[in-house]
């Protein structure tokens, strides 16, 4: 492992659109803030970017002026401001920020993508083509920081064109990093677009931003960047080929040996069941029966039979087809007559809300349902559950199934992604050498989620094996720490490589 020492020469600037606790919509916000703060105390230098929308200009504090903008070639005037980030659940207090302050372009009402009614805003490609301008700026001799990055590391679409603009800059190149936490969206725009972006007309090519026809930010960022990384070692062979590939998987294969997977860590200080205020009781592993008192709480907060002998789902999660709650509605009217209950939170899209909705009044004393989000039921559910359902088509990462074996409640996943990587099947190998934490269905298709189903009743009547998974679930790591050691050594290992 490379020295701290050498570690401490490393100098990150991190690019994102969102970043807890000033603005999040999903997972890269925690990411964005968990991962840079993780990072800084293995001695990191790295610094985060991000669009100055009105949350996050609202939630710094002490604002100073860097710089200002005025006539940066086919972009609006903008002001850099630097900050540090507030305090937010975990440990991200502290991290130095620069935030692009450009009012015609962020001062909105409505979300960082989408507009008060759910639609895209009509110019995102100007909206993030400067994020990842000033990005690369920041990058460059240029720059009016006296900091300078060796790293720079990309996130998500809204970033992609980072790594372009680095590589038609005439001058030392820094190493560039693509990190995909969602391959789905992929920033595709008109044609029309490279005009407004200050590329150079010879990027519009199969080599370089172009996409069927299109220009497609995610595509640049993988195309042009040093190294690619993904949040899950399995999810990084998925993408490689279709369907998970979303028609990138050719230039993704071409590129196998600089793809890395990194599993994400969770906030062990927020999902901690020895200390979480939003439990009707506190429980460690020495002390896993005291769990079943948030069972109780659980079942009588959603109307369910009160029993503690009989076995209750949990499910948190956005109802979209990824998440597999297409296939929850086909098994629902057959778990209803099993000896089972299940408790499901979230919302998404209107239709599958309505569908799930329909279940409560179908099976009444059965299956609960909270069409919304819940922080206090979220954690509730993940403390009282007995078992965590997590049928998604795909997964990159996933956190739930995470927070889930932290709390004692084995998880029965679809064998993909992050899912397949941070949760051990139970069978008799794993059981007898310490290492099962889960329920693993491989098909997705009904019978097989029902049999992966009646696999977790089946063992929650055996007391010995259960209590097994729960402690082994328990006991892993799930912190920041490692994914954040794995993400300095791929920093070091492709600088190394650029150098050279």
């Avoid at 860590?265 to 029966?289: M, R």
């Avoid at 089946?458 to 082994?472: A, G, I, M, P």
Wanted: aromatic share 10%; glycine share 8%; proline share 7%.
């Amino acid at each position: 492992m490379p020295s701290t020492p050498l570690s401490q020469d490393l100098n990150v600037l991190f690019i994102t659109s969102e970043v807890y606790p000033l603005i999040k919509t999903g997972g890269l916000g925690d990411v964005s803030a968990a991962l840079p703060a993780a990072l800084r105390e293995l001695g990191v230098d790295i610094r985060l970017v991000i669009p100055g929308y009105p949350k996050v200009l609202a939630g710094l504090r002490y604002k100073r002026k860097v710089t200002g903008f005025p006539e940066l070639s086919h972009f609006p005037p903008f002001v850099l401001w630097s900050a540090r980030l507030p305090a937010g659940k975990g440990a991200s207090k502290g991290v130095p920020i620069f935030v692009i302050d450009c009012p015609i372009l962020y001062q909105r009402v409505g979300g960082p993508y989408t507009d008060t009614a759910g639609k895209d805003w009509p110019d995102n490609a100007l909206r993030f083509g400067l994020l990842s301008k000033i990005g690369a700026i920041l990058a460059s001799e240029a720059s009016p920081l006296n900091w300078r990055p060796n790293i720079v590391h990309c996130n998500d679409w809204q970033s992609g064109l980072t790594p372009a603009y680095l590589h038609f800059f005439q001058e030392r190149k820094v190493v560039s990093l693509m990190a995909i936490h969602n391959l789905a969206f992929q920033g595709v725009f008109p044609p029309s677009a490279l005009a407004q972006l200050d590329l150079p007309a010879t990027s519009f090519n199969i080599n370089g931003i172009e996409y069927y026809g299109d220009i497609s930010f995610l595509k640049a960022g993988l195309y042009y960047s040093d190294h690619i990384i993904t949040v899950s070692p399995t999810y990084a062979k998925e993408i490689q080929s279709a369907p998970l590939g979303f028609g990138l998987q050719g230039l993704l294969a071409s590129r196998s040996d600089h793809i890395s997977g990194i599993i994400n860590g969770i906030d062990s200080v927020e999902w901690d069941p020895a200390t979480d205020p939003y439990l009707a009781q506190n429980y460690t592993i020495k002390g896993i029966a005291a769990k079943g008192i948030n069972k109780n709480a659980l079942q009588q907060m959603m109307g369910l039979v009160i029993d503690p002998d009989i076995p209750l789902f949990g499910m948190v999660s956005r109802h979209t087809y990824q998440k597999g709650c297409n296939l929850l509605l086909q098994v629902a009217p057959f778990l209803s007559k099993m000896p089972a209950q299940l408790v499901i939170l979230g919302s998404g899209e209107v239709g599958l809300d309505r569908e799930l909705a329909a279940l409560e009044k179908n099976y009444s004393g059965k299956i609960a349902v909270r069409i919304g989000f819940d922080e206090t039921l979220s954690h509730l559910i993940e403390g009282g559950a007995d078992s965590f359902l997590m049928p998604s088509h795909f997964e990159p990462c996933g956190l739930n199934q995470m927070y889930s074996q932290r709390y004692g409640t084995p998880p029965l996943v679809h064998a993909t992604g992050g899912l397949l990587d941070t949760v051990v099947d139970c069978t008799p190998a794993t059981l007898a050498d310490g290492t099962a934490s889960g329920f693993l269905f491989y098909e997705m298709n009904p019978e097989s989620f029902l049999a992966g189903i009646q696999r977790v009743i089946d063992s929650y009547h055996n007391k010995e094996t259960w209590v097994s998974l729960q402690r082994n679930g328990m006991a892993k790591d799930f912190s920041w720490k490692p994914s954040a050691t794995a993400y300095r050594d791929i920093y070091l290992s492709v600088l190394s490589r650029k150098l050279k």
